[in-house]
């Protein structure tokens, strides 16, 4: 179920599921029905029932949402990903980026990075999950989540890297590497049979970097990693979560 999973620090764990979790996305033609069931399984397995994670209807931006308790966000979206999962009881906030005070968070992802924030507030843990595609990392939605998390008083942010295509699989246009690598030159790459590539890991490690945020963890690439979905292997591929939460 979990491709990666550790207590990251005292009351807190991060965790990235597999194929074996199954679809955990409403927005790709899945039934609805199973894709509730098998979240609220992976809420069992992770130990924060009845607690649930939240969840976003992701639009490949730079919005952040700030979570004020686990299941409620400020703003809720209307369709979508969000419009199913109200039916649950689990409104989703239309971002791509979410911020809580220790509320569960999930981000899906089936080639973009999923990625993980958490820092140490006054009262607890400052969490943070962060949908983090090549559009998402252009607009800035990285800086965007870091800047929220400390507004919300977070101090001492480390990050975790999910899994995600890596910039020896990512081929693109050169017209497109060349956009993103004027604005993101860690991105600039080249694909292991000699094309013109986007290092996304690259590009958000380098974002990191320069907001003075050390990364913990590296997944492996989605692309090379059969147990994970990736869209560019199967456009009708399911999506996978990257998860923070707190536990006792």
Same mark, same amino acid.
């Given at each position: 179920? =979990?491709?990666w999973r550790a207590e990251v620090q005292p009351g807190v764990s991060v965790a990235f599921t597999d194929t074996n979790a199954g679809n955990l996305a409403l927005h790709v033609g899945d039934d609805a029905a199973a894709v509730l069931h098998r979240r609220a399984r992976?809420?069992?397995?992770?130990?924060?029932?009845?607690?649930? =994670? *939240?969840?976003?209807n992701q639009v490949h931006g730079n919005e952040v949402s700030? @979570?004020?308790?686990?299941?409620?966000?400020v703003e809720a979206g209307t369709a979508g990903e969000a419009g199913t999962a109200a039916e649950a009881g689990l409104p989703a906030p239309t971002a791509d980026?979410?911020?809580?005070?220790?509320?569960p968070l999930a981000v899906m992802v089936a080639d973009c990075i999923p990625l993980v924030l958490v820092g140490a507030g006054s009262s607890g843990p400052v969490l943070s999950a962060v949908h983090a595609g090549r559009p998402g990392l252009f607009s800035g939605v990285i800086p965007a989540a870091v800047q929220q998390m400390r507004a919300s008083g977070a101090t001492d942010i480390r990050a975790w890297l999910g899994p995600s295509v890596c910039g020896n699989c990512y081929e693109v246009p050169a017209e497109l590497r060349d956009e993103v690598a004027a604005h993101l030159p860690s991105a600039w790459s080249t694909t292991s049979w000699g094309t013109p590539a986007l290092d996304l890991p690259g590009g958000a490690a380098? *974002?990191?970097?320069?907001?003075? @945020?050390?990364?913990?963890? &590296?997944?492996?690439?989605t692309l090379e990693n059969e147990s994970? =979905?990736?869209?560019?292997?199967?456009? &009708?591929?399911g999506r996978f979560a990257g998860l923070v939460w707190t536990h006792d």
């Open positions: 179920m =979990f491709l992976l809420e069992d397995v992770a130990g924060i029932s009845p607690r649930r =994670f *939240q969840y976003m700030l @979570v004020v308790e686990s299941g409620a966000a980026a979410l911020v809580s005070l220790g509320g380098s *974002q990191l970097d320069a907001l003075g @945020v050390p990364i913990e963890y &590296r997944g492996p690439c994970l =979905f990736s869209y560019r292997r199967d456009s &009708r591929s």
